[in-house]
C-alpha cells in the first residue's frame, strides 16, 4: 500500500469532511450531530427514569448511555466514509480516476477513512466534554466519569484499535457500493441503526433475545465500547479493560480481514465487468 498515496487521501478527506470551507467553521458543524445524539439519548433516560414509580435515575447508568451514544456516534461518523466515497466518487466521475494508477483505490479509501476518524475523534472528545459540564448542571446530578491523562489516553488507545473493526466494516460496504446505482448512500445509515442495537451504545446486549445478543456479544464493536467505559467510568479496571481491548482487536482483525477480501473480489469483478464507472442514480 502506497503511503504517499495514503497521505494525499488524507488531505482530500480532511478538506472534504470540512466541506471545503473554513475548517473552524466545518469542524464547529460536525461537533452539533455527536452532541445533540449524546444529549438526546441521556435526556431520554433521565425523564424516562425520574418519572419512574419509585425513580430509577442511577448516575453511573448515565454515564453509561453518555459513553455509549458518543462512540456509537463516532463509529457511525466514519465506518461508512469508503461507501461515500465511492458513490460520491462515482457521481461526479472522481473514483474512476483513482484507478489510472495502480494498486491505488485501497490507499485512497484508507486516507479517507483515517480523515474522518481524527475529525470524528476531535468531534467527540468536545462533545463528550460539553455534554458532561451540560447535564451535570442541568441535571443537578455527578456523573461518574474518571477525567485524567490515563483514562484519556486509554479511550484513545481504544479509538485506535477500533479503526481496525471501522475499516474492514467500511470496505464490506464498499464492496456493494462498487456495483449499486442505488441505495448505496442510505445502506450504511440502516447499518449504523443496527450498530446502535448491537454494540451495547445504549443498553447490554443481554437484552436481546438469543441469538442476537450471542452475536452481539462477541462483535467488536462491542467491546470496543465496553473497554471505553472501563476506561472513562469510575469503577472500572485496567484487567476488564485490557480484555475487552484484546477481544476488540482480535474481532477488529477477523473484520477486517473479512472486509478486505470481499472488497478484492468486488474490485476484480467490478473491473471485468465494467461498471466502475457506472454513474449512479
Do not use: C
Not at 488531505?11 to 445524539?37: D, I, Q
Not at 476488540?248 to 478486505?260: E, Y
Amino acid at each position: 500500500m502506497s503511503i504517499r498515496a495514503m497521505v494525499a487521501s488524507i488531505r482530500v478527506g480532511w478538506y472534504r469532511e470540512f466541506n471545503w470551507t473554513n475548517p473552524l467553521t466545518g469542524f464547529s458543524l460536525r461537533t452539533v450531530g455527536p452532541l445533540a445524539s449524546v444529549i438526546a439519548a441521556s435526556t431520554v433516560y433521565y425523564v424516562g427514569s425520574t418519572n419512574n414509580v419509585p425513580p430509577s435515575f442511577d448516575p453511573s447508568r448515565l454515564a453509561y448511555i453518555l459513553i455509549g451514544a458518543a462512540l456509537y456516534a463516532h463509529v457511525a461518523a466514519y465506518s461508512w466514509v469508503p461507501t461515500l466515497a465511492i458513490a460520491e466518487g462515482k457521481w461526479t466521475y472522481v473514483f474512476p480516476q483513482v484507478y489510472i494508477s495502480p494498486h491505488s483505490s485501497l490507499p485512497y479509501l484508507t486516507g479517507r477513512t483515517l480523515a474522518s476518524f481524527v475529525t470524528s475523534t476531535m468531534t467527540v472528545i468536545v462533545s463528550l466534554v460539553l455534554s458532561f459540564y451540560v447535564l451535570s448542571s442541568v441535571f443537578h446530578t455527578n456523573i461518574p466519569f474518571m477525567v485524567n491523562p490515563l483514562s484519556v489516553s486509554l479511550l484513545f488507545l481504544a479509538m485506535l484499535v477500533n479503526i481496525l473493526a471501522a475499516l474492514g466494516l467500511g470496505l464490506l460496504l464498499s464492496a456493494y457500493a462498487l456495483f449499486a446505482t442505488k441505495f448505496e448512500w442510505a445502506l450504511p445509515t440502516y447499518v449504523a441503526g443496527l450498530l446502535m442495537v448491537f454494540s451495547e451504545a445504549l443498553f447490554p446486549v443481554s437484552f436481546l433475545p438469543w441469538p442476537l445478543s450471542s452475536i452481539a456479544n462477541i462483535l467488536p464493536f462491542t467491546e470496543f465500547i465496553r473497554a471505553s467505559r472501563q476506561a472513562m467510568i469510575q469503577g472500572g479496571t485496567v484487567y476488564a479493560y485490557f480484555s475487552y481491548l484484546g477481544l476488540a482487536a482480535l474481532g477488529g482483525i477477523v473484520v477486517l480481514a473479512m472486509g478486505f477480501l470481499a472488497f478484492r473480489y468486488a474490485e476484480n469483478r467490478a473491473r471485468r465487468l465494467g461498471v466502475i464507472d457506472k454513474k449512479t442514480a
